[in-house]
T-cell receptor
Framework: QKEVEQNSGPLSVPEGAIASLNCTYS??????FFWYRQYSGKSPELIMS????GDKEDGRFTAQLNKASQYVSLLIRDSQPSDSATYLCAVKGLGNKLVFGAGTILRVKS | DTGVSQDPRHKITKRGQNVTFRCDPI?????LYWYRQTLGQGPEFLTY????????KSRLLSDRFSAERPKGSFSTLEIQRTEQGDSAMYLCASSSRALGLEQYFGPGTRLTVT
């Protein structure tokens, strides 16, 4: 079992819709959770961090964390074609490294 | 505030050659990380520095790989006797505990070993 799992996609949504990206993790001691966006050929860009159970909103983005279920998600409201990218879920445990999932490809169709 | 910078952005080398990459972190960040990313995968952790001390190394970091951060500012990652399997994007990230746990990535160095 991989430490951080994401559906590879592609996830296709129409412009203006809500995109829902999911991630599960195996290490119960994980403390911090991050979502990165990566455009093709570019480096990962941090878009959200979440540390406590519940929801965290930032503009069109909402991160949701459920530590009991070992599940973290990212919602993108009013999806735009510019949101088309690979979304990486990253988990930090007791150490300092981030463990990444393989990413979910999101395609927003105009 | 400038972000993380990496040099070179692209490197093509022949198998068996040595290569060295440089990373300059965000100026107020005392933590620096190296990751490697291959196509279709997420970044994989290689090593971590706090100031000039190398505190964590991945098992992925074979003895052909070495990293330094001599003065606690920029860092170098050297790969000796490169192999075709070393072809990847090498990413540097930095963070500051005082400013939060978030890691910010540089643009990466894409290595191609022929």
């Amino acid at each position: 079992q991989k430490e951080v799992e994401q559906n590879s996609g592609p996830l296709s949504v129409p412009e203006g819709a809500i995109a829902s990206l999911n991630c599960t993790y195996s290490d119960r001691v994980s403390q911090s959770f991050f979502w990165y966006r990566q455009y093709s050929g570019k480096s990962p860009e941090l878009i959200m961090s979440i540390y406590s159970n519940g929801d965290k909103e930032d503009g069109r983005f909402t991160a949701q964390l459920n530590k009991a279920s070992q599940y973290v998600s990212l919602l993108i409201r009013d999806s735009q074609p510019s949101d088309s990218a690979t979304y990486l879920c990253a988990v930090k445990g007791l150490g300092n490294k981030l463990v990444f999932g393989a990413g979910t490809i999101l395609r927003v169709k105009s | 505030d400038t972000g993380v910078s990496q040099d070179p952005r692209h490197k093509i080398t022949k198998r068996g050659q040595n290569v060295t990459f440089r990373c300059d972190p965000i100026s107020e960040h005392n933590r620096l990380y190296w990751y490697r990313q291959t196509l279709g995968q997420g970044p994989e952790f290689l090593t971590y520095f706090q100031n000039e001390a190398q505190l964590e190394k991945s098992r992925l970091l074979s003895d052909r790989f070495s990293a330094e951060r001599p003065k606690g500012s920029f860092s170098t990652l050297e790969i000796q006797r490169t192999e075709q399997g070393d072809s990847a994007m090498y990413l540097c990230a930095s963070s500051s505990r005082a400013l939060g746990l978030e890691q910010y990535f540089g643009p990466g160095t894409r290595l191609t070993v022929t």
